[in-house]
């Protein structure tokens, strides 16, 4: 009995028995995803934006801010600046083909499928258990919040993935440009792409630079079809996003989870937020330079949202790699399982942020980039690359997760 006992803690990396861990959960993924029953009675919440954009990408609406206001004023929709690259906008035209509300649903269906990809994909990344992968990002309250407002971000946590996993399996020198591939499509939302973009470049991954470079640059051409055939359209995006910046921050302060992102709020000088954000990305760059690749790559995501001038709560499921990183052996017990547990557990209070004021994301956020930057939990280093086909050993695949 002990040795049946033993296992399932085993599996999940955890203090915790399986039964237990599942079935929390599952119970999490409820919660997290039973406010979008809501989403009808608040307008679909932010996939308003998203559909506006497919229905008028190829026209000077688009990126013209006065123009796209203007347009979804007459259509009786929420007023709100399309802040991605113009190309994004060709990705939603199947779901503005349907009305508002069967696209919403749909794009709800698709994101959640996009979770159960990352989840898979990050368990071979990291050397979990692949229900533990699954299970530990459908219970991630940053997912189910996205899916249930509208927003994208497990789409982004899947590309991440991705490129992690392509960074881990590839041997020392052989670079296929998988990892670039996927990070150059995670440019979708420069701001999640730029810091695995940034890992590369101190990796000296030339290859992956290269493509990401390509991606880059084929964003920008087909924006150009996308703003009506307009090759200045980056200075009128610029212009257009400076506008929304500024009233986003004001409406959506309390869902803020990055420290740039919470000094914004009080009464400092407009430089100080950003020089923050670049000093903690500076005081990064060591570690991210000499970890392990599997620990770099998931500190880049940890240290792209805590230090991001604009970053709210659902944008904390990238940290969903260093989830999988500390469950796969990246802490020590007994600090793993209360970590952990204590993180699943703040980050569905982001539903009252509006009341608190300050998004409880935002501690679980900084919590992660200081014991990620610290190392003061870690074990002993492990191999940072699996080459392909090889068995890798890790703690969590020592027993079964089901």
Same mark, same amino acid.
């Given at each position: ?166 960074? &881990?399996?590839? $041997? *020392? ?7 670039? %591939? +996927?990070? @150059? #499509? !995670? ?95 500076? &005081?990064?760059? $060591? *570690? ?7 620990? %770099? +790559?998931? @500190? #880049? !995501? ?101």
């Amino acid at each position: 009995e002990g040795a049946v006992a033993a296992r399932p803690a085993r599996a999940t990396g955890l203090r915790l028995p399986w039964d237990r861990a599942r079935l929390w959960a599952i119970g999490l993924f409820g919660i997290g995803i039973a406010v979008i029953v809501g989403a009808p009675f608040y307008g679909y919440h932010d996939w308003p934006d998203f559909w506006s954009a497919g229905r008028v990408v190829g026209t000077a609406d688009l990126v013209d801010a006065e123009r796209l206001l203007a347009w979804q004023a007459a259509r009786g929709l929420p007023q709100i600046y399309f802040p991605y690259p113009p190309a994004v906008a060709f990705a939603l035209v199947p779901f503005a083909t349907l009305p508002l509300d069967w696209s919403f649903w749909l794009h709800a269906a698709v994101m959640v499928a996009c979770a159960v990809g990352a989840g898979i994909v990050g368990a071979q990344a990291f050397g979990v258990p692949r229900t533990v992968g699954v299970l530990s990002t459908l219970a991630w309250a940053p997912i189910t919040g996205a899916v249930a407002i509208g927003q994208n971000t497990p789409l982004a946590l899947l590309l991440g993935s991705l490129a992690i996993r392509a960074l &881990v399996r590839e $041997p *020392r020198g052989h670079h296929s440009g998988w990892a670039g %591939a +996927a990070i @150059g #499509a !995670l440019l979708y939302k420069p701001t999640l792409g730029l810091p695995l973009a940034g890992l590369l470049l101190l990796r000296r991954r030339w290859v992956d630079v290269a493509v990401v470079v390509a991606a880059g640059l084929a964003w920008y051409g087909v924006s150009v079809f996308a703003a009506a055939g307009d090759p200045r359209w980056p200075l009128t995006w610029i212009d257009g996003l400076r506008g929304w910046l500024a009233d986003d921050i004001v409406r959506n302060a309390d869902k803020a989870v990055s420290l740039p992102g919470l000094l914004s709020r009080l009464a400092v000088p407009d430089w100080l937020p950003p020089a923050v954000g670049v000093v903690m990305v500076a &005081v990064a760059l $060591p *570690r991210l330079t000499r970890a392990p690749i599997r620990e %770099a +790559a998931a @500190g #880049a !995501l940890v240290v792209g949202v805590a230090a991001s001038p604009h970053a709210w709560g659902y944008e904390a499921a990238l940290l969903l790699p260093f989830v999988w990183w500390a469950l796969a052996g990246g802490l020590v017990e007994p600090w793993r399982t209360r970590l952990v547990v204590a993180a699943y557990v703040l980050v569905p209070l982001w539903m009252f942020s509006s009341v608190t004021q300050i998004s409880a994301v935002a501690f679980v956020v900084l919590g992660a980039y200081a014991i990620w930057l610290g190392g003061a939990l870690r074990p002993p280093t492990r191999p940072d690359v699996t080459p392909p086909g090889a068995t890798e050993v890790s703690p969590v695949r020592l027993g079964r997760a089901t």
